[in-house]
């Protein structure tokens, strides 16, 4: 299974957001992610499809567009055609998730589906034969900088092992929030193999060191 690491840009310096995606990039971050908020969906607005569109002229890797938004059917358009190659939508979100899933596919990225920490992973078990990802939400999602929520373990071990018995052992299941060595070594025992962290990169000065240290302690630690 495949370790990935990608520092969220969300706790990046915004008066220096291009050095410091390029920061995430050189330092060896395997993909971007970009944090997209609402103020419906999350009491919060971050960034827009521009930032997206600016990453991808800057940058190689990939990027990882989380949408914490009511309607992401009404708005995912926009992030594609910004250059997003992989779009996680919310299982909570006001639409037709599945449907919205299999638009995203239809305009050629990657889609996958996000979790909430008091949402049951049986919520999303139908949407597996779908995505290429499940994104299992660490914090309540809004903010950078929050404490992780180690109540979301058991969940994450719910989803590796429902995957790996209904036939998608490969299923990416990423975490997002709170993730530092620690933590991403406790989901990486639970079947997690996909690390976003902002305040745990973006706030180092040497981020290659951290992000190196992270992908240690999740490889040491992975559990399929
Ligand atoms: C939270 C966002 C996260 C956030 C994580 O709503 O989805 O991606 O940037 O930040 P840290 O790693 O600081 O918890
Ligand atoms: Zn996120």
């Known amino acids: 299974m495949q370790i990935q690491i990608l520092p969220s840009l969300l706790a990046a310096d915004f008066g ?3 050095a410091e995606a390029l920061r995430a990039e050189n330092e060896g971050g395997d993909a971007l992610h970009l944090d997209i908020m609402d103020a419906h969906f999350v009491p919060n607005l971050s960034m827009g499809p521009d930032v997206v569109k600016m990453c991808k002229a800057a940058l190689h890797i990939p990027l990882s567009v989380h949408l914490m938004m009511t309607r992401p059917d009404q708005y995912f358009i926009k992030f594609i055609e910004a250059g997003a190659d992989s779009l996680l939508i919310h299982i909570e979100a006001d639409c037709d998730v599945p449907k919205t899933l299999h638009r995203i596919h239809d305009h050629g990225a990657k889609a996958g589906i996000t979790v909430n920490p008091d949402t049951p992973a049986q919520m999303i078990f139908p949407m597996l034969g779908i995505v290429e990802e499940v994104l299992c939400m660490t914090v309540h999602p809004g903010y950078g900088g929050q404490s992780f929520i ?9 989803i590796r092992d ?4 209904n036939g998608a052992p490969e299923l990416d299941i990423m975490v997002d929030g709170g993730i530092n060595s620690e933590s991403a070594a406790e989901c990486a ?3 997690a193999n996909l690390f976003v962290a902002g305040t745990a990169l973006f706030g180092e000065a040497d981020m290659k060191r951290a992000v190196n240290r992270v992908r240690t302690a999740a490889c040491e630690a992975f559990v399929s």
Not at 150 to 158: F, S
Not at 162 to 165: I, T
């Open 16 to 18: 220096a957001l291009r």
């Open 150 to 158: 180690h109540e979301v373990l058991p969940k994450i071990r719910e």
């Open 162 to 165: 429902y995957a790996n018995a």
């Open 189 to 191: 025992r639970a079947g």
